[in-house]
């Protein structure tokens, strides 16, 4: 740790003819060793820091500094104008330097020694017997640099990513869509041809395979619009424990038909807390259906909660197919679905209700050695605050 000196220093200046050698030893170590954790510490601050005296010489200079200026600590005493190739930015810190004495930020562009967007900050630092109005008082300036492209290209990534979600979902939807239409199309052509050439035996049933087809179109659209739809929805006081029983239950003709056994330990301890239990409940089922699908020929299904602190995890581990390794990074993408007849919906919904109680979902699996799938969900005492639309929209409901 890092101590002021101040008037023990003095003290111990005024005694040093009648300190023993070990003590002075042990003090100036102590003293080398504080000054070395404190260069470690500014060394690793992703800021450029430096540090120059009243006769505008830069003192010290950080890693981060040394990076963004494209200079090196070798230099020895370097002056602003060396130190600070940009025009725009020497000047800016010269003049500061010599007319003002309060703390100053500033964006700026600068072209050398690269183009960049930093943010500035200047500082001054007080010698310890207190701030004076001018000069003598002030021992050095402070200069702290912020690289704002960093964060201009973090933000530019997730641009680019969300982005590339948008269209992954957009090509999800139109080959969804694009089947049944397709199918509608062909049969629209055949109907017409009948009835043109006067053969109308077949009609009705085509009729029926168009009819079939546009409440396809339906589903699929109907279940787009639950998945896009960003509502809370209500929490209120449940039990999560009896969610998932709730869910097990629901689904037990299913895993009675597939010979599958369960392996059900829920810890009792799991107080009641704020949760949206009709979502939770349509979360678990969907994750637990994909684990009985994944054991056509039986297995064993193996469901435990646990509380630990303020955390509610949920582990479901089954026995069966697996996942491959090239599918598993895909799984809560939306439309992305190994299944013949899945949605690709069911694990995204799963996603986005877990995440709407600020809970995380994590899947592990090898094809031929089952999945475990762990929910955790950290314990709510108050309810969630309704966003301003839909408050607008109850209040005008009720």
């Keep these: 740790m890092i101590t002021k000196h101040d008037g023990f220093l003095d003290k111990f200046l005024k005694r040093l003819d009648k300190i023993d050698r070990t003590s002075l030893e042990n003090y100036v170590r102590k003293i080398s060793n504080e000054k070395d954790f404190a260069y470690t510490i500014l060394n690793e601050c992703p800021e450029g820091i430096l540090i120059i005296n009243t006769q505008g010489i830069v003192t010290f200079s950080n890693n981060a500094a040394q990076d963004i200026l494209v ?12 130190v600070f190739e940009d025009k725009v930015l020497y000047d800016f810190i010269r003049k500061h330097f010599e007319q003002s004495q309060r703390v100053v930020h500033k964006r ?9 967007c930093l943010r500035i900050s200047l500082i001054p630092l007080y010698d310890h017997k207190g701030r004076g109005s001018i000069g003598p008082d002030m021992i050095a300036y402070i200069v702290i640099i912020h690289d ?8 530019l990534s997730q641009q680019q990513d969300t982005i590339e979600s948008i269209t992954k979902l957009a090509a999800g939807i139109a080959h969804e869509i694009g089947n049944p239409l397709n199918t509608i199309n062909i049969y629209l052509q055949l109907i017409n041809q009948s009835i043109k050439s006067g053969k109308i035996d077949d009609i009705s049933q085509w009729i029926k395979i168009v009819s079939s087809e546009t409440k396809r179109l339906d589903k699929i659209v109907k279940n787009f619009l639950n998945m896009t739809r960003s509502k809370i929805g209500f929490f209120k006081e449940g039990n999560i424990n009896k969610c ?5 239950h629901f689904l037990m003709p299913e895993i009675k038909h597939r010979n599958i056994t369960i392996d059900m330990k829920l810890d009792t301890q799991i107080p009641i807390f704020f949760i949206n239990a ?5 979360a678990f089922l969907n994750i637990i259906k994909n684990s009985i699908e994944a054991m056509p020929d039986g297995g064993v299904l193996e469901i435990k909660s646990t509380l630990k602190g303020n955390l509610v995890s949920i582990i479901c581990k089954d026995t069966g197919v697996g996942i491959d390794e090239e599918d598993l990074p895909h799984i809560f993408d939306a439309y992305y679905t190994s299944k013949e007849e899945g949605s690709g919906l069911g694990l995204m919904n799963v996603y986005n209700i877990v995440k709407t109680h600020r809970g995380r979902v994590h899947v592990e699996s090898k094809p031929g050695h089952g999945t475990v799938v762990m929910v955790m969900i950290p314990l709510r005492r108050e309810k969630l605050q309704l966003t301003h639309a839909a408050s607008f929209k109850q209040s005008n409901s009720s």
């Excluded at 230099?75 to 602003?80: A, R, T």
């Excluded at 998932?244 to 097990?248: D, K, M, R, Y």
């Excluded at 009709?278 to 349509?282: I, W």
Aim: charged share 30%.
């Design 108 to 116: 700026m562009e600068v072209l050398k020694p690269k183009q960049m």
């Design 148 to 155: 704002l492209c960093i964060e201009d290209e973090l933000a």
């Design 71 to 82: 200079r090196s600590q070798a230099e020895v005493m370097p002056s602003l104008q060396t």
């Design 244 to 248: 998932i029983e709730n869910a097990t």
């Design 278 to 282: 009709e979502k939770l409940y349509e």
